[in-house]
């Protein structure tokens, strides 16, 4: 396993070889065609791989996933350990994905739901072994005790595969009439800037969250 910028390690097992066309740049026409435009004229962001899978892993010794997102829904399956995720919606509240766009934060001021939860194998605790984050939302991880009350852990592993959020087809009014599994880019991922979060949610919240942020966000 490698570091990744998130905090924690992966590995990327498996990557699609098979190419299909970038269903993001739909969004990215309507927000910003003039830039869409040019980047298509110089042959970015054309294709995505089909779908693309790794291995996550948080440890000891880099215990937190920071506060970022993805533009395509990501499934989530646990294999070891605990830990607990928080869940910004901000795809519910902001205008668009566009970076430049939301620094306004929320849909006439509203501010963001934020949801957490344990993953983990105690299902009758309310513990989760599989969970999807659509596109849009941001979300950090951290370590717990692999068994509650105690202290310790062997560290959180899961398993991430990349999806297409079927809903972007209809809501960036897409011709598409089948359903596409894009694998992982790095240009389709961003982290959560502090600006963002202050705008998104509330000031309390804000203070609250502040420690799931990147070092340089």
């Keep these: 396993m490698q570091p990744h910028i998130e905090g924690g390690y992966f590995v990327e097992t498996d990557r699609d070889s098979h190419r299909v066309p970038n269903p993001f740049l739909l969004q990215e026409a309507i927000a910003q065609p003039?830039?869409?435009?040019s980047q298509t004229a110089?042959?970015?962001?054309?294709?995505?791989?089909?779908?693309?899978?790794i291995f996550y892993l948080i440890t000891p010794k880099s215990p937190l996933g920071a506060f970022h997102r993805n533009r395509g829904r990501t499934v989530h399956t646990l294999h070891r350990g605990r830990g607990?995720?928080?869940?910004?919606?901000?795809?519910?509240?902001?205008?668009?994905?566009?970076?430049?766009?939301?620094?306004?934060?929320?849909?006439?001021?509203?501010?963001?739901?934020?949801?957490?939860?344990?993953?983990?194998?105690?299902l009758e605790k309310g513990e989760r072994l599989q969970w999807i984050v659509d596109?849009?939302?941001?979300?950090?991880?951290?370590?717990?005790?692999?068994?509650?009350g105690r202290e310790g852990s062997e560290g959180l592993l899961i398993s991430e595969v990349c999806w297409l959020d079927v809903q972007l087809l209809f809501n960036a009014n897409c011709g598409f009439?089948?359903?596409?599994?894009?694998?992982?880019?790095?240009?389709?991922?961003?982290?959560m800037r502090q600006a963002r979060l202050e705008?998104?949610?509330?000031?309390?919240?804000?203070?609250e969250l502040q420690w799931l942020m990147r070092k340089d966000a």
């Design 34 to 37: 003039a830039h869409i435009a």
């Design 42 to 53: 110089q042959g970015k962001h054309l294709t995505r791989a089909a779908s693309t899978t």
């Design 84 to 122: 607990r995720y928080v869940i910004v919606h901000a795809n519910e509240v902001m205008r668009s994905y566009d970076e430049n766009d939301a620094a306004a934060g929320g849909k006439e001021g509203r501010k963001a739901r934020v949801e957490t939860f344990v993953v983990g194998k105690d």
């Design 135 to 148: 596109g849009g939302k941001y979300k950090a991880s951290f370590l717990l005790p692999d068994e509650e």
């Design 177 to 191: 009439d089948q359903t596409v599994v894009p694998g992982f880019e790095y240009e389709d991922h961003d982290f």
């Design 199 to 207: 705008r998104l949610v509330t000031a309390e919240q804000a203070k």
